[in-house]
């Protein structure tokens, strides 16, 4: 999630350089104030000055809640010199250029989090082979021989991070600004959870009988990148849940270093899901090698984007009128034609109509059909823009359509792509009818008995499609905001 809109009622964080004495020392105390202004409200935040050559940082928070002048208090901005890099500089760099929105005090306590990583990380590049070319590949080939004959831990010094929250908190966001400011000669891999997996999956079958084939792609894994970054970390197959703790373990033992986002607690992965005990080791693991932290947020910065219609029309028998838009973004002289595209591991999708990027689908061709993750990441290395016709309101007689549209959703918004589409009712609605257990369980019944029944007939209850449902509906609503809109039409050239 990107927040990139400005809004009037917010006041910009406005941070200044400012009082540079760096021979007065008097001026520099060994514990030294950063006074934040928060709605013309005064909280002095410790912080913590080693080095005399400093900068004091005055920032001005404003526009933020009474609940945020409480918690200002909870969050300790490391004071630093001029050439000090890392997620929260360049937050601050942002939203005084007016590149972001004004400060969220959620965002700054998980910015804390990630710049303790980041310092930790760049005092400890060698320690934790790091930089892919202080390693000569004869050492590398060497300490693989070796591990081989005598298999060995070599866990990092330094923990990861498990950043979780809800929905259009930015959490994306943030990992990204973490994961910029790291050198390019790192490591170090940014990659949805979904491709992750479809890139283990592949690398087994690669390997497949070998004894132990989770341990080489492992290895694999390792000799690319150290550190790993893995966005929208969720757990909803089963195959999944059985390697992930084999996987990681090996991960682990190998350097790896995870940062990781997700919309669940660790303790709420696979919640539900088969063989959930077997799974269970993985959640203590990841809790071990990973610090945990929450980002709260009232507000979806999603849904703050200049909202409007977009590609996303609501009703029947819309058929002509999809086919005229996808028409008009094609080019008025260009005629589509059917085509088949090779998607993952030989496997192949046929395009209903395709042209100048852009991919024509009935809601049945892409989400009735036994379609995953794997085919839609494959669809959108080969085009930018999707027209789908008719998305149904998804209830219980439409579970497995339900799974794949939000699958569909995810792997599109991971990729920056546009849609087009006609839909029997608007996002909220389409998926108002899934709901998770606790919902279920909280939702009072009507008083006729026949109301009842047809009150649990209409729903699905099922716990990931009913976390899964706020992030689709906020990323429906923002892929069809003006901002999103002009974003993809800047990186597509067109």
Same mark, same amino acid.
């Given at each position: 999630m990107r927040p990139i809109v400005r809004s009037s009622s917010l006041s910009r964080i406005r941070w200044a350089l400012r009082n540079q004495e760096r021979n007065s020392s008097t001026f520099y105390s060994k514990s030294s104030k950063l006074l934040i202004g928060v709605n013309q409200n005064q909280a002095l935040v410790n912080t913590n000055t080693r080095n005399p050559a400093l900068y004091s940082r005055l920032s001005f928070l404003r526009g933020l809640s009474a609940e945020a002048v409480e918690a200002a208090d909870a969050v300790?901005?490391?004071? +630093?010199?001029?050439?000090?890099?890392?997620?929260?500089?360049?937050?601050?760099?942002?939203? +005084?250029?007016?590149?972001?929105?004004?400060?969220?005090?959620?965002?700054?306590? &998980?910015?804390?989090?990630?710049?303790?990583?980041?310092?930790?990380? =760049?005092?400890?590049v060698d320690t934790c082979r790091l930089d892919r070319y202080n390693t000569s590949d004869k050492s590398s080939r060497s300490r693989w021989f070796w591990s081989r004959l005598m298999p060995q831990s070599s866990y990092s010094p330094v923990k990861g991070l498990? !950043?979780?929250?809800?929905?259009?908190?930015?959490?994306?966001?943030? =990992?990204?600004? $973490?994961?910029?400011?790291?050198? %390019?000669?790192? @490591?170090?891999?940014?990659?949805?959870?979904? *491709?992750?997996? !479809?890139?283990?999956?592949?690398?087994?079958?690669?390997?497949?009988?070998?004894? *132990?084939?989770?341990?080489?792609? &492992?290895?694999?894994?390792?000799? *690319?990148?150290?550190?790993? %970054?893995?966005?929208? $970390?969720m757990v909803t197959d089963v195959a999944d849940a059985l390697i992930l703790n084999r996987l990681f373990g090996h991960l682990f033992s190998n350097g790896i270093i995870l940062v990781a986002t997700s919309n669940r607690n660790p303790d709420k992965l696979y919640e539900g899901g088969l063989q959930r005990d077997l799974f269970l080791p993985f959640i203590a693991s990841l809790k071990e090698r990973n610090m945990v932290h929450e980002i709260g947020s009232s507000v979806d910065y999603r849904k703050l984007t200049s909202a409007e219609q977009g590609f996303y $029309?609501?009703?029947? *028998?819309? +058929?002509?009128?999809?086919?005229? @838009?996808f028409q008009q973004l094609i080019g008025d002289n260009v005629v589509a034609r059917t085509q088949v595209v090779e998607v993952v591991m030989g496997r192949t999708l046929q395009v209903s109509l395709g042209a100048n990027g852009c991919a024509y689908f009935s809601f049945e061709e892409l989400c009735d059909r036994p379609l995953g993750a794997a085919d839609y990441f494959g669809l959108f290395k080969k085009f930018h823009t999707l027209a789908l016709e008719g998305v149904p309101v998804f209830g219980l007689h439409n579970r497995t359509s339900a799974y794949r549209f939000v699958t569909l959703v995810d792997v599109m918004?991971?990729?920056?792509?546009?849609?087009? %589409?006609? &839909?029997? &009712?608007?996002?909220?609605?389409?998926?108002? @009818?899934?709901?998770?257990?606790?919902?279920?369980?909280? =939702?009072a019944p009507r008083t006729s008995s026949r109301s009842r029944k047809n009150d649990v007939s209409e729903l699905c209850v099922d716990n990931e499609l009913g976390f899964a449902k706020d992030r689709t509906i906020s990323r429906l609503t923002e892929m069809n905001s003006k901002e999103y809109l002009e974003q993809h039409a800047i990186t597509q050239n067109l």
């Open positions: 300790r901005l490391t004071v +630093s010199d001029v050439n000090r890099t890392g997620p929260l500089v360049e937050y601050e760099r942002r939203i +005084s250029d007016g590149e972001l929105m004004t400060g969220d005090i959620c965002q700054l306590s &998980a910015l804390r989090e990630l710049q303790r990583l980041h310092d930790e990380l =760049m005092e400890s498990y !950043l979780y929250g809800g929905v259009g908190t930015g959490k994306t966001m943030l =990992m990204d600004l $973490f994961f910029d400011q790291l050198p %390019c000669s790192w @490591k170090k891999q940014r990659i949805h959870f979904h *491709d992750f997996m !479809l890139t283990v999956h592949s690398r087994l079958q690669k390997h497949k009988g070998l004894s *132990d084939p989770l341990e080489v792609v &492992a290895q694999e894994i390792a000799h *690319d990148a150290i550190l790993l %970054c893995l966005d929208e $970390f $029309f609501i009703g029947k *028998d819309l +058929s002509t009128l999809l086919k005229q @838009k918004y991971e990729n920056r792509a546009r849609l087009l %589409c006609t &839909a029997e &009712a608007s996002p909220q609605e389409l998926l108002e @009818k899934i709901v998770t257990i606790s919902e279920a369980k909280s =939702m």
